[in-house]
């Protein structure tokens, strides 16, 4: 079992930026993929971006490259979304999830099996 416990959402202004964080604990990562999804009203979950804990291989979503940057603090084990050049167009519930092991595309919420309860990013403009 593993619970994930996100934290770091707010507000901020366009342009600006946001670290963030999601604890891990419970079970041990080494074959896990660990992703972020995000939620805005009325839309479909998305996937942002994505990260094997054991190889530390990165994955984004087209809309989060050049400016989001997932990385992971193993002592922590923590994972960080870091970004950047905000938009109002991020504004939405930022969720971490835990596939161990990922079956399938890292693309796809499906394939996780474990969820954090989300956070609120909300850029204005």
Known sequence: QV????????LVQAGG?????CAASGSTFSSAVMGWFRQAPGTEREFVAALSWRWGSTYYA???KGRFTISK???????YLRMNTL?????AVYYCAAASPLRGSYDAGSNY????QGTQVTVSS
């Not at 930026?17 to 964080?21: A, D, G, T």
């Not at 099996?113 to 954090?116: I, L």
């Open 3 to 10: 619970q994930l416990a996100e934290s770091g959402g707010g």
């Open 73 to 79: 603090d193993n002592a922590k084990n923590t994972v």
């Open 17 to 21: 930026s946001l670290r963030l964080s």
């Open 87 to 91: 938009k109002p167009e991020d504004t």
């Open 62 to 64: 087209d809309s989060a």
């Open 113 to 116: 099996n474990y969820w954090g």
